[in-house]
Every structure is written in structure tokens, then in C-alpha cells.
């Protein structure tokens, strides 16, 4: 019996085999067949330098998110401009948010019909390049069909996104300028008598004050996904400047940072000196805030972000950034209470700025079509009318510009029904320096985005992406530990700071993070290197 | 159980009855909250959690799901075409391969189950699978995908066959072949009478499993007038989460989010219970094999 | 084999169709098992990617906890599928007990209810019940002026409640088999009972339950064929990163889950699969070679 059954399965695993083999064999002669093509088109033309657009073409772009319903119609608008201007013409797809895991690699990997893809540092821009999913881009390329863009762009971007000397990817030419904040209620604060204060780590009274006079709400209402590592982040902040690991960016894990007010650029784990003992002292307030009840117990379980039931008066404090607290201020204002925002700062009151690699588009790498797709992604990302076609929609039916020179919505046009609300389309990567102010946002808000800009300091290693390829497993593991034995000691949930510590660092030992500082001190020394 | 009512213990009756009712209590009382929620007001809901009875009454979460019925409907239309089509095809191509598992004059019969069951252990992962089909296949965006890939489930086949043999008797089939039956007389007209309770218990997980799919949906559908009724939903929410998480231009529009994912479920669910009366119909009463055989 | 098929070919042609179904989409792209043992890239494909042994087990090795969460995944598969079974088995055979088909079908169709809640659903209520500074639980524990409970720091109260809210979730898909399995039994078995002057109670214990014996059978067979993967989303959903009760409540998909979040590795997401898949094949070819010595027919293969 037994032997008939590997009989059976050894014939069917040979046959797959058989298949796939066919299938690789397949895509060799696919791939040199285009690459042949390719290399013969240009031949034709006289003046190779000119750009030949004189065949129609059709460049499948794909975007994180949602199409918004009024998207077709704008879509339409897009493409008879860009039929125009370069003779082609963008067939628009999205990856849902609930899919960006699962499908974008696969859609890469399958080499389906891709030209324009979205790609960020947040959005395994490394690890996708690495795996050769894009199309690498070169210098001499770039000035030619994407002449706006190039313009615009800060050299140091493009450099950014150089995996081994080659950038795969286009960034944005204007980073989004935000910085971490704390939101509190102005009118509680004010009415329990309560000082005004600029710093995070002076918001003990405030939270003694909630948790005193408001029984309904509890001071830090943490979610186990945003919140959670947030407050210990601020406060950690305070003593050691300090955003997230530069290993896997992941905040909610360990791994290795950097001071960066430091100009040396030294590295280290968070589990040694100098990051251990900031990190201890926010570890101690935030068990004393969690020991006094105003942290609710179970963060881990909650699904609901402090930001998204502050207005209703279940949580003291909400977190967020620059960005993303707008519509919440705007809320509140609606429930009536104004609210005070609160930046997370270094010790010498500095913010990081964003890195370059936050948002931008890449060529695919079986893209047929790659010069018509640069020339379509400068169109997409500079031209104005294309701009705000794609992120405000249609004049007079999706917005209308007032007399105070800023975006409001048309008569009868509310955020409910308006089938193309505001930057909801996913371009993020389009020059925003040519958008105007929103009309409905409070003053508070206005005030905060206004000023963040001044705080904000470019970090030394905003242009270093770390290659994690030859430590992947290591950072795997110091994931895993992480939210074992790190996660607890975020909200101040251990019996003992300094033992949690201990056993803390003795876990990551085993999980290989002396390797990924040794990997990280390699890389960050070249790169160091290369900017001398 | 018609008989089984000839002796009467109301002692053992009245046990049942509270036991049952027991039972469908606390799985009941779930969904009344679940129910209630979603006809709460978003802000009551985040103040004061779940309840048996709505707070704050509110269509919010139902009226933002129907915000453009045209979708919805056609939503709802490719969800029942492919529960139905992919349900009679499944149950049908299942019911013939357990029987022939169950035949002991299939001599392969315990290879060919293993056939089966092996593809249930191991697979080659998400990448083969989606470049096969994909490129190979070309089923990217048709109706076929939708209705192939979650076709057949190797649990089902297996339960189907010991069922199989459990109502259909050896002899009887031995007693047909001799009065000269072909094997597809036998099974068109004995087997499948025999194995209505079966075939309505594995038809009804067939048609949810069907209903309830929308990851095939996600991984291979893009176009708008092919997404089924569970695939809208879980996009909704997905970009509902995410417009509140990331949006600056959002507008201070309160979008119902908690609800929603409770209105989600009652309209998921609602058509699909519509189902059960049919199958329920089949465990009232018992089979009796003599019925057939004459 | 060439006579045998021709001597059954009308049974052949009906598996045929099946046959072919799981020939395209099982067995074609089962190829891809080997990327478990391979640096996979785009350039070089499934087959021409380089190997590198076991690297991408690595990871889930050097956590130190892989003899914990396969102990885990195993521990709690066990008490779900004996505790789904029993439950299954007794509300069948009490639903069949029932004689008001209205009350029958209605209780049914409740008992199924749960089946269309999500794990995330769950997961809310399950917070919005027990958390310990509103949860309903605790309101009412702090009104009797006694302490409230902090659940969701105590390991051992989950082992409790996972297995009680599986068994909610279940039960009613389970009873389904079982009543479709007692309904399938012949009545005239029940009838010959009664002339003998059977109780209601012998006919269960005697009759009812020897012959749902080859469905739990199957059912327990096909459930250990689960055994190493288990319930991801209700133990994410349910738990999620709460590390006071992980070194309880981890499985093998959640370490996978947590130490895969960040990467994109098709290598490393399918090397710890093929492992599940290996202990899964022993396990199951050990429990069906038992089956099968007990009883030839309700062994799976």
C-alpha cells in the first residue's frame, strides 16, 4: 500500500515539476523576446535623442487604496490629456488596504501586466527591489522623460532610493511635513486648572486631573496597533532623539537606533547605552502611569484607536500625527471643545522629517513600455491640471476654489456624498507644494501644521536605506521577541522595570541582534563614507 | 424520526427541548447585540459599547453600505449566480467521486482518496498558485474563477462517501447491478435518494462556503461588475479603516466604522438564512431504505 | 492497472472529473514547495532562485519557542476537536429528540448564527464584555463591591475561553453533520427497537451512537489533518500582541504571523508551512494506520 502511494506522489510531484519547469523556461524566452523588441524600436527613428511616442500605448498603473466612485470619470479627463501630451493612456487598478500584503508581491512576482506601481520605504520598497521587481532607472533616462519631476526633486532623494547604487524609484518631490503629536482637550485642561504645557513628559497633571474628574474617560485609552508603543516613544524622545528602528521601521519592534542629533551617526540596540536608559526612564513613568489606572489595562485587545473616540470622550489624549489628527480636530470643533496640540520633540526640541522613500512610483521590471511610463509618472506628478484632477477631482463637482483662495466643497456637496473626497485616490506622490488650503480646518490645527515645519530636522540617515537581505532571519526573530517581551514595557505593564529589561536584552541576544548592528555598522559606515 | 415518537418519556422530551433551548440562547443573544449595534448610532457605540437594545437609534451604518444600491445589487447578484451554479456543480462532482471511493470494486479506491487528501497538506504557496492562474489559466477576472476555485473540498468528498456508506448498503447495490443496472442508473437513482440528508448538509456548506468567499474574489477580480457581496464588504471596511487612519483632507465626516462592521454581518448573513428552510426540510424526518428499494 | 480500469471504467469516468480538477489547481503549483529551501527572486523564478538549505527556517528555529507554540497548536487543536465533537454529537442527537418543527428549525437556525460572526467581531464583543475598565463584566463585579477581574492579563482564564468560544462558533455547523448522519440512519433499525421494547434512552446509547461512531470517525480523522494549523484569526483577533499571555495562547501561525509582518519572504513564509505539513502527514498516516487496524472501512485511505 504504502509503496503505491509515494508511487502516486512521486508522479505527481514530477509532473508539476514538469510544468513549472515549462512555465521558467517560458518566461526566459518571454523576457528575451522583449528585451529584443525592445532594443530594436528606437533603430528606427533618425534622431535618437528625440523621444518617439508616435505608437499608442496603454500603461497599467496600480495604486494602495481605493478608487473613489467619481474615478472613472476623472480617469477620462487624465487619460485625454495624457493622449495628447505622450500618446498614451493610464488603465488605473488598486490593491485594497486589506490586500497590499498578499497581492503586491504577487502581482510583481506573477510579471502581470504592470507598468506604474506605487512603492515606499513603508511598503517593502527594499525587499521588493532586492527581489528585482523594478525597472532600474538611470540617470540620463530620468533627465529625458521625466524633466519636471528632476526639476523638482532634491538630488538627495533620488540617492535615497539607490539599492546597491541603483534607484528603482521615483520620490515624491515633496515629503509630507508632519511630526508625531499628542492631542488634549484645551477645555478640560483649562477647566481643572491644569497649566499649559509644551512637552509630552509634563502631562502627568493633566492625566491626574482626568482620571479624577472624569470617570467615563480613561486618560491614555490605548489601541494595540497605533497606540501602543506611542507615549513610551515620546518620552523616550525627550531624553535620546529617536523615531523607530532603523533596522525594520517598525515601532512596535526593537532593534537599532541612532541618536539623530548626533552627527557622528553612531548606531546602537535599544537594549544598550545610550538608548537603555532613556528608554528605562519613560519604562518608569509609564508603569507609574499604569499602576495609577490611567492607562487602561488591556490595550492589547482594543482594536479602537485613541484618536477615533476622543471626540466622543473616551480617551484623555489622542495620537497621531500632523496629518492625520485634521479631520479629528475638525470633529471636535463640530462637538464644540477646542483642543491643544502637542508635538513629540528631542531633547533639543527637534522633530524628524520624513525620509524621501515615504511615498513615490517605480517602472515594473517586465513593464514593455518603461520611457512612456516615466513620461506619464512626471505628467502625473507635476502637471497641475493632472494634480489636482487626481487629488480633488472636478472642478465645481468634487470642489471649487472660494474667495479666500482655499479648497471648499461645492453648494450641496458634503463629505458624505461628494464622490471624490479630498486625497482619497492614493496619488500621495504628486507635488502638493501646488495645492491649496482646505477652508474647513480649525484654527488650532491650522497653527500646528503651520509651525511644524519649523521643528522639524533633516535626519543624517534620511537618505540611507538599510539592506536587510543577509540578516532577514535575525530581524524576523527580533520581531517576534519584540512584541513578547518589548511590548509590555511600552505601557509600563511589568512587575519590575529593570528585570523586564534584563530579560528583554537576553532575548534579543539570542535572537541574533548583535548581528543585525554589526550588518547595520557596516552599511551606515559606506554610507557615512559616501557623503563626505 | 416518525416511529421514534411511539414511546413516549416526557421526562427525556422536556430534557431535550431545555438543553436546545438552552443552547440556542446563548448563541442567539450574541447576534441580537450584533443586530442592536448596527442600528446604533456610531458615537453611542464608541461611548457606551455594545447593548441588547440599540442606543441612539441610527440607520447611519445601513444607509452608508447602500449609498449607491446599484452596486450593491449587482454585488449581491454575482454572489447568489456563483452560490448557486458552484453548489449544484461541487455537490454533484463530489457525491459521484465519494461514491466511487466507496466502491469496493474500485481497486485504487484508497490511492485515489489519498490523491485527494494529500493536496489538503501540502501546497506550493500563494505565488505558483496565482501565476498558474493567472498567465497560464487566464482566469483573471472572470466569472469561471470565481466559481472553480472554491469548487471542491476534500473534507466534504471524504464525509460524503462514509455518509455514502452508511445509507447505502453494499447488497443493495449488488442486488441492482444483478437486475442489470448500469453503474450510472444505480447512482442517479439509488444513491443519490439514499443521501439526501448528506447532500443537504454538505450542499449548505458548499453554498456558505461559496457565500462567504471573498478571497478569491481579492486575489483574481478587479473589475467592478464581477465582485461578490462579501468582497464589497471587506473593501469597504478595509478603506474605511484606512481613510480614518491616514487621511488629512478626510473632512470631519463622521464615518460610521464600528457599526458598519456589525451591519456588514447582518447583510452578509440576512440572504443566506434564507437557505436553511430548504435544508432543514431533509432532517425532519428519517429515510427508510425499503422505500427506495421498492 | 489497464484491467482493472477497464473492467470498473464507469466508476473511473465519474472520479475523472475531480481527478483532473485537483491534477490543475493542486498538484501544478505544488512545484513551490521547494521554495521553502530557496532565496527566491523575480529574476530567477521558482526554479531558477538559488537554494539555501534550511536558512529560511532559521528564524523560527532560533526563536526558542518552536517546541512551545508546536506543543501549543497541537494542545489546544486536541481540546477544540474533542470539545467540538462531543458538544456536536449532543446537540444532534437532542435536536433529533426535538419533535416542534418550529421549534426545531428556529433553535437550529440560532445555533448557526454564530457561524456568520467574524473573528473580529468576536474579538470587540469579547473586549467590550471583559475588559477591565467598562467591560460588563467588571461593572457588575465593582457594583457587588467585589475586584474586578483583569482577564486579559491571566493566561489561565484563556484556556477557558478559547475553547468555549470555538466550541460556540462551531457547534451548530458541527450538529449539522451529525443530524444529517441520524437522520441517514435507517428507520426500520428503530422500529425493530421498539417492538423489542427499547427505552428512549437504550435507543440513543444503543442504537444512535454505535452508528454515528464511522461519521465522528471521519470527522476526528479529517480535524487531526488541521491539526498543526488551527484557528489564526480567532487567536490573532482574540489575543493579538498581548505578550502577558503569549507564552499560553501562542501558535505556530501566530509566531509565523508576528515574525513575518514586516518582510515580504515568499521563502521564509512557506518553509515554516512545509514543516506544519510534515508533522500533519505523520501524524495523520500514524492515526489512519491505527483506523485501519481497528477497521478497515473508516480509515481515510
Known amino acids: ?234 518620552l523616550t524622545n525627550e531624553k535620546i532623539a529617536y523615531t523607530q528602528p532603523l533596522d525594520s521601521g517598525n515601532p512596535m519592534a526593537q532593534g537599532i537606533a541612532y541618536d539623530y542629533e548626533d552627527p557622528s551617526g553612531k548606531v546602537f540596540t535599544t537594549v544598550e547605552e545610550p538608548f537603555l536608559s532613556a528608554s528605562k526612564y519613560a519604562s518608569n513613568i509609564m508603569k507609574e502611569w499604569y499602576d495609577k489606572g490611567y492607562v487602561n489595562k488591556n490595550p492589547y485587545a482594543n482594536k479602537t484607536r485613541s484618536k477615533d473616540n476622543f471626540c466622543e470622550g473616551k480617551s484623555g489624549v489622542a495620537f497621531g500625527n500632523s496629518l492625520d489628527v485634521a479631520a479629528m480636530t475638525e470633529l471636535c470643533a463640530s462637538k464644540g471643545f477646542d483642543v491643544e496640540i502637542i508635538t513629540a520633540t528631542s531633547p533639543q526640541g527637534h522633530a524628524p522629517q520624513n525620509t524621501w522613500l515615504n511615498n513615490g512610483l517605480a517602472v515594473a521590471a517586465n513593464s514593455k513600455n518603461p520611457e512612456r511610463a516615466l513620461q506619464a509618472m512626471d505628467l502625473i506628478m507635476q502637471d497641475p491640471e493632472i494634480v489636482y484632477l487626481v487629488s480633488f477631482g472636478i472642478e465645481g463637482k468634487n470642489y471649487v476654489i472660494n474667495a479666500d483662495d482655499k479648497i471648499a466643497l461645492p453648494e450641496g456637496v458634503t463629505p458624505e456624498n461628494n464622490t471624490f473626497p479630498t486625497d482619497s485616490s492614493g496619488f500621495w506622490f504628486v507635488n502638493k507644494d501646488l495645492f491649496k488650503p482646505l477652508a474647513n480646518w480649525p484654527q488650532s490645527y491650522i497653527d500646528h501644521i503651520n509651525s511644524v515645519g519649523e521643528k522639524l530636522k533633516p535626519q543624517l540617515y534620511a537618505g540611507f536605506t538599510f539592506n536587510s537581505e543577509s540578516v532577514k532571519s535575525q530581524i524576523a526573530s527580533v520581531a517576534n521577541v519584540s512584541t513578547q517581551y518589548g511590548s509590555p514595557l511600552f505601557i509600563g505593564a511589568v512587575k519590575n522595570v529593570d528585570e523586564a529589561y534584563v530579560q528583554l536584552a537576553d532575548k534579543l541576544k539570542a535572537a541574533g541582534i548583535e548581528k543585525i548592528k554589526a550588518e547595520m555598522e557596516k552599511q551606515t559606515t559606506a554610507y557615512l563614507a559616501t557623503l563626505k | 424520526m416518525g416511529t421514534n415518537k411511539l414511546n413516549k418519556a416526557p421526562g427525556f422530551t422536556a430534557l431535550s427541548y431545555l438543553i436546545i433551548g438552552g443552547l440556542a440562547l446563548i448563541t442567539v443573544i450574541p447576534f441580537v447585540v450584533l443586530i442592536s449595534g448596527s442600528l446604533s448610532s456610531e458615537s453611542a457605540v464608541l461611548k457606551s459599547g455594545y447593548w441588547f437594545w440599540p442606543r441612539e437609534f441610527s440607520w447611519d451604518a445601513y ?232 | 492497472m489497464i484491467r482493472e480500469i477497464r473492467k470498473n471504467w464507469p466508476l473511473y469516468t465519474m472520479f475523472l472529473p475531480i481527478a483532473v480538477y485537483f491534477l490543475i489547481f493542486a498538484y501544478a503549483p505544488m512545484a513551490g514547495v521547494v521554495m521553502a529551501f530557496k532565496d527566491f527572486n523575480y529574476r530567477g ?82 473586549y467590550n464584555f471583559l475588559n477591565y475598565e467598562y467591560g460588563i463584566v467588571n461593572v457588575i463585579l465593582r457594583k457587588l463591591n467585589l475586584d474586578a477581574i483583569d482577564i486579559y492579563s491571566s493566561p489561565s482564564i484563556w484556556f477557558l475561553i478559547l475553547p468555549l468560544l470555538y466550541v460556540w462558533k462551531w457547534v451548530g455547523y458541527g450538529s449539522i453533520l451529525y443530524l444529517a448522519a441520524i ?16 427505552s428512549r434512552w437504550q435507543k440513543i446509547t444503543r442504537i444512535t451512537i454505535p452508528l454515528l461512531k464511522p461519521t465522528m470517525i471521519i470527522l476526528i480523522l479529517l480535524g487531526l489533518g488541521r491539526i498543526m494549523r488551527g484557528e489564526f484569526d480567532m487567536f490573532y483577533q482574540l489575543i493579538g500582541n498581548n505578550g502577558m499571555l503569549m507564552d499560553a495562547t501562542d501558535i505556530i501561525d501566530t509566531l509565523v504571523f508576528r515574525s513575518l509582518v514586516g518582510t515580504q519572504d515568499f521563502g521564509m513564509a512557506s518553509s515554516v508551512g512545509f514543516y506544519q505539513s510534515v508533522l500533519t502527514l505523520i501524524i495523520i498516516l500514524s492515526a489512519n494506520y491505527l483506523v485501519r487496524r481497528y477497521d478497515k472501512d473508516q480509515a481515510l485511505f
Open chain 1, 1 to 234: 500500500m504504502r509503496n503505491k502511494f509515494s508511487f502516486v506522489v512521486t508522479m505527481l510531484l514530477l509532473f508539476s515539476l514538469v510544468l513549472a519547469a515549462c512555465s521558467s523556461n517560458n518566461d526566459g524566452n518571454n523576457g528575451a523576446a522583449e528585451t529584443n523588441g525592445s532594443s530594436a524600436s528606437p533603430s528606427g527613428s533618425a534622431n535618437s535623442d528625440a523621444i518617439d511616442n508616435s505608437k499608442e500605448v496603454k500603461l497599467s498603473m496600480y495604486l494602495l487604496g481605493d478608487a473613489p466612485k467619481g474615478m472613472p470619470e476623472v480617469m477620462e479627463q487624465v487619460n485625454k490629456k495624457m493622449k495628447e501630451s505622450i500618446n498614451a493612456t493610464i488603465d488605473l487598478n488598486y490593491i485594497g488596504w486589506g490586500d497590499v500584503q498578499s497581492k503586491y508581491p504577487l502581482i510583481l512576482a506573477s510579471g502581470e501586466d504592470v507598468d506604474i506601481i506605487f512603492t515606499a520605504d513603508w511598503n517593502f520598497y527594499v525587499q521588493e527591489a532586492n527581489k528585482g521587481a523594478f525597472y532600474p532607472l538611470k540617470q540620463d533616462e530620468l533627465n529625458k522623460y521625466m524633466p519636471k519631476q528632476m526639476e523638482k526633486l532634491n538630488p538627495e532623494a533620488l540617492k535615497a532610493a539607490e539599492i546597491n547604487g541603483v534607484p528603482y524609484m521615483i520620490p515624491t518631490a515633496t515629503p509630507d511635513r508632519k511630526a508625531s503629536v499628542a492631542v488634549i482637550r484645551k477645555d478640560l485642561r483649562e477647566k481643572y486648572g491644569v497649566p499649559a504645557f509644551t512637552k509630552f513628559s509634563e502631562i502627568g497633571p493633566y492625566l491626574e486631573a482626568i482620571k479624577k474628574n472624569e470617570p467615563n474617560m480613561i486618560p491614555l485609552n490605548l489601541d494595540n496597533q497605533f497606540d501602543l508603543p506611542t507615549p513610551h516613544l515620546y
Open chain 2, 63 to 294: 444607509a452608508f453600505i447602500f449609498r449607491y444600491p446599484a452596486e450593491v445589487i449587482s454585488a449581491y447578484r454575482v454572489s447568489i449566480i456563483i452560490t448557486v451554479v458552484g453548489t449544484v456543480i461541487g455537490l454533484f462532482v463530489s457525491t459521484m467521486a465519494a461514491y466511487v471511493l466507496y466502491r469496493k470494486e474500485v481497486k485504487y479506491r484508497n490511492a485515489l482518496a489519498f490523491y485527494l487528501f494529500f493536496t489538503t497538506l501540502f501546497n506550493g504557496g500563494l505565488a505558483p498558485f496565482y501565476i498558474l492562474i493567472t498567465k497560464y489559466l487566464d482566469l483573471k477576472n472572470t466569472l469561471p474563477v470565481l466559481i472553480l476555485l472554491p469548487m471542491f473540498n476534500v473534507m466534504y468528498i471524504l464525509i460524503l462517501r462514509s455518509f455514502i456508506r452508511g445509507s447505502v448498503p453494499e447488497p443493495l447495490i449488488e442486488s441492482a447491478k444483478i437486475d442489470g443496472a448500469g453503474e450510472y442508473r444505480i447512482f442517479f437513482q439509488m444513491v443519490l435518494p439514499l443521501s439526501k440528508p448528506a447532500l443537504a448538509s454538505i450542499g449548505l456548506f458548499t453554498a456558505l462556503a461559496y457565500w462567504n468567499d471573498w478571497w478569491t474574489a481579492m486575489m483574481f477580480v478587479s473589475k467592478d461588475h464581477l465582485i461578490p457581496l462579501q468582497y464589497m464588504l471587506y473593501k469597504m471596511i478595509s478603506s474605511v479603516n484606512m481613510s480614518a487612519a491616514m487621511a488629512q483632507y478626510a473632512g470631519a465626516m463622521e464615518q460610521p466604522k464600528e457599526t458598519f462592521k456589525l451591519a456588514m454581518t447582518v447583510v452578509a448573513t440576512g440572504p443566506i438564512l434564507a437557505l436553511f428552510p430548504f435544508v432543514q426540510k431533509y432532517f425532519v424526518s428519517g429515510v427508510t431504505i425499503g422505500a427506495v428499494k421498492g
Open chain 3, 45 to 126: 523564478g521558482i526554479f531558477g532562485s538559488p537554494w539555501n538549505g534550511f536558512d529560511n527556517f532559521e528564524y523560527f528555529f532560533r526563536s526558542g519557542k518552536a517546541w512551545l507554540v508546536t506543543k501549543n497548536t497541537i494542545m489546544y487543536n486536541v481540546v477544540f476537536l474533542g470539545a467540538y465533537t462531543l458538544f456536536s454529537v449532543m446537540t444532534a442527537v437532542f435536536l433529533s429528540e426535538v419533535y416542534n418543527k418550529f421549534f426545531k428549525r428556529v433553535s437550529q437556525t440560532f445555533l448557526f448564527l454564530p457561524y456568520f460572526i467574524s473573528w473580529v467581531t468576536v474579538s470587540a464583543f469579547v
Open chain 3, 183 to 198: 437522520v441517514g440512519i435507517d428507520q426500520e433499525v428503530y422500529e425493530a427497537a421498539t417492538i423489542d421494547g427499547a
